[in-house]
């Protein structure tokens, strides 16, 4: 029930701003949960973890995901706003990322996805969330990044979050 109001409230331009807020104590949730835990639990959720593309720093992004066969499918809305998220050109500069699912970290490699497969993955994307329309309206129809995150390897338990 409440994540069908999420979905709902999600096309609303004050909801991705109240979001976007909620991103750095999804972090810390995420963190302490090994990933069991994100998106406030109403929505199949993930924490990818790419490399700063100017940092060279490990940078973790809670997401909204969809399957596809042994892939998770992510999205770069940016709760509509007219630039990419930072972790979309993390991976487009290095494909290479981790993500912490359901307590595993699996690492994994972004693909971006592009003509008839983009749009197979777009329609599974909103089937799932479905303000992702709003947020391109919002975005200036900018092409808004679909990635495939493809795992190459098998995975382990997410580490255990530092004490203190």
């Known amino acids: 029930m409440l994540g069908n109001l999420t979905r709902r409230v999600g096309h609303y331009r004050w909801f991705g701003a ?44 809670p997401l909204l995901y969809v399957r596809d066969d042994d892939a998770y499918v992510v999205i ?3 709760w509509g706003q007219t630039h990419h998220p930072g972790w979309a050109m993390n991976v487009l500069a290095d494909p290479a990322a981790t993500v912490d699912v359901k307590g595993r970290r699996i690492p994994v490699r972004a693909d971006l996805a592009s003509g ?45 979050p530092p004490a203190g």
């Not at 998106?39 to 700063?52: D, F, R, Y």
């Not at 089937?127 to 992702?132: E, F, L, N, S, T």
């Open 116 to 160: 008839a497969e983009r749009d197979r993955l777009w329609q599974l994307l909103v089937a799932a969330w479905p303000a992702y329309r709003t947020y391109v309206q919002r975005a200036g129809g900018r092409e808004i990044h679909i990635f495939r995150l493809v795992p190459t390897g098998r995975g382990e338990p997410a580490a255990r």
């Open 76 to 78: 770069g809305s940016n």
């Open 18 to 61: 109240t979001a976007r807020l909620l991103v750095p104590a999804d972090r810390v949730i995420g963190r302490l949960t090994r990933g069991r835990v994100v998106a406030l639990g109403l929505m199949p959720s993930l924490v990818i973890t790419t490399t700063g593309r100017r940092s060279g720093k490990p940078r973790s992004n």
